[in-house]
């Protein structure tokens, strides 16, 4: 028994790079679930963040807007009330929303749970992350029920930069899943959208062991590092042997040997297998329960992680592929094209306005997406959605002097540090991996030139497009 009108399923992770799904192209990470998905669905291989860090990338991709429109810059700001999330418009139209997991649309901080403005959210099962830091967090409250606690279970041996963390049955993935699993069999028969929200596979690089012993760090590569590469980039990127975003209980990156690094990316692909492993529960539910061919399902991340490539770990200012391409994997079954893979650039700003349209509702006026649905269902060619995309860095997290924007076409990009000279330039069809600033070289000055125009026209063009205008006196 189903609804007439579409669930949605959004499955967000948290710092989850696009190379990590084994059916588009990482032989090494074990991804049946997302490879399910992927084989009757859309994957969208050029999928961009619109920024390198959780909040204002989460606030982008739930408002539609950019995040210099929303007014949630930074990690540590509250998105403004006016603030309409793709999640209240489902709920305005009858949908019982429900979230497990991860919001972080406000600051965290100060041992002060996070403000929630009227975001459409039912049944609301907050844990920003699985530490005690907050009475509040449910999944520490599960783990109470079950007579345990995060503290208890979380004293496994360290090995080099990695840790043992809390057993698959207990951890916060799993936690996370469980609760989706309840909102689906409870709302059978009525229209839902639910954001599952874990905080995996952010760092610290902590799997349950079961999952980490899957894994040999010596069949794990090396991250991408060129001899002398930082000589020609930023003094944002020059961080390797320094701290790396001084953030607590983050590590010393220029402590790390070869055999660190191979563990890191092997504790790395773990976590993201146990995020799988609780997919296919979910979606095992969806069958169960008769709904998976009436409920649209989103597999995405808010942003990337470096992982030790360009000397550098997590997150920051950066504008790598690694930190802003995100996988992203539509699917709704018989109702899009399965199977499909579109190449051309997408922006996570794109998606409420897609599932807006996919469900039949009025996309809000203050969205500055594009709906994917032509490209979805096989309309539209699906190497080509917009000439370039966008992304934003205003002292986010760390470096309070980083303000930032990025500009990338299918074969160029652009970074432009503000109130700076420095930047970054790099021809992408010469030089896929970003290796070679271009910034200060003599030939590729039009380049710059021409780019940094473009860079500037979508900072404008990003302004908010409310209130709306309603003549010309």
């Known amino acids: 028994m189903s609804s007439d009108r579409p669930n949605v399923l959004w499955l967000c992770t948290d710092q989850q790079r696009y190379d990590t799904i084994r059916s588009l192209g990482n032989s090494l990470v074990r991804s049946p679930a997302v490879d399910s998905l992927v084989a009757d669905g859309v994957a969208f291989t050029q999928a961009y963040c619109q920024s390198p860090v959780c909040s204002p990338s ?9 995040p210099r429109t929303t007014g949630c810059r930074q990690n540590g700001q509250t998105i403004p009330a006016r603030e309409q999330l793709v999640s209240r418009l489902f709920a305005d139209a009858g949908y019982r929303c429900g979230l497990a997991g991860k919001l972080h649309l406000a600051s965290c901080s100060d041992g002060k749970v996070e403000q929630r403005i009227d975001d459409g959210y039912h049944d609301f099962r907050w844990s920003h992350h699985p530490q005690p830091d907050w009475p509040e967090n449910a999944y520490t409250q599960w783990l109470h029920a079950r007579g345990t606690s995060w503290e208890q279970l979380y004293d496994g041996p360290s090995t080099g930069f990695v840790k043992e963390g809390v057993p698959a049955e207990f951890h916060q993935t799993t936690w996370c899943a469980d609760m989706a699993i309840d909102f689906l069999r409870g709302n059978v028969g009525r229209p839902w959208f639910f954001s599952f929200n874990c905080f995996d596979p952010h760092h610290p690089f902590d799997p349950p062991r079961e999952y980490l012993q899957r894994y040999n760090p010596a069949d794990m590569p090396l991250p991408k590092v060129r001899a002398g590469e930082a000589d020609g980039k930023t003094t944002f990127q020059r961080l390797d042997g320094e701290w790396a975003h001084n953030s607590p209980g983050e590590f010393h990156t220029g402590g790390l040997t070869d055999d660190d690094r191979r563990q890191v990316t092997a504790a790395y692909y773990a976590m993201c297998e146990l995020i799988d492993d609780q997919i296919a529960r979910i979606l095992a539910c969806l ?89 979805l269902t096989g309309e539209k060619n699906p190497g080509v959605h917009r000439d370039s995309v966008y992304c934003e860095y205003y002292n986010s997290w760390t470096h309070a002097d980083a303000y930032g924007t990025m500009l990338r076409t299918a074969t160029e990009k ?56 309603r003549g010309a006196f």
């Open 58 to 66: 989460r606030a982008s991709f739930l408002t539609g807007r950019y």
């Open 414 to 469: 652009i970074v432009v540090y503000h109130g700076t000279d420095q930047g970054e330039l790099y021809d992408l069809a010469a030089d896929p991996d970003e290796f070679h600033n271009l910034w200060d070289a003599a030939d590729a000055q039009p380049m710059k030139l021409r780019l940094m125009q473009q860079c500037f026209d979508r900072s404008v063009l990003a302004m908010d497009p409310l209130p709306v205008r």
């Open 287 to 375: 069958d169960e329960t008769g709904q998976r061919e009436n409920t649209i399902v989103i597999f995405m991340s808010d942003h990337g992680e470096m992982l030790g490539d360009h000397g550098l770990y997590f997150k920051g200012p950066h504008f790598y592929d690694e930190a802003i391409r995100v996988p992203l994997v539509i699917s709704w079954p018989q109702q899009l094209q399965g199977g499909l893979k579109v190449d051309g650039l997408t922006e996570l700003v794109d998606l409420a306005p897609t599932l807006l349209d996919l469900c039949g509702l009025p996309q809000s006026p203050g969205m500055q997406g594009q709906t994917l649905r032509p490209l």
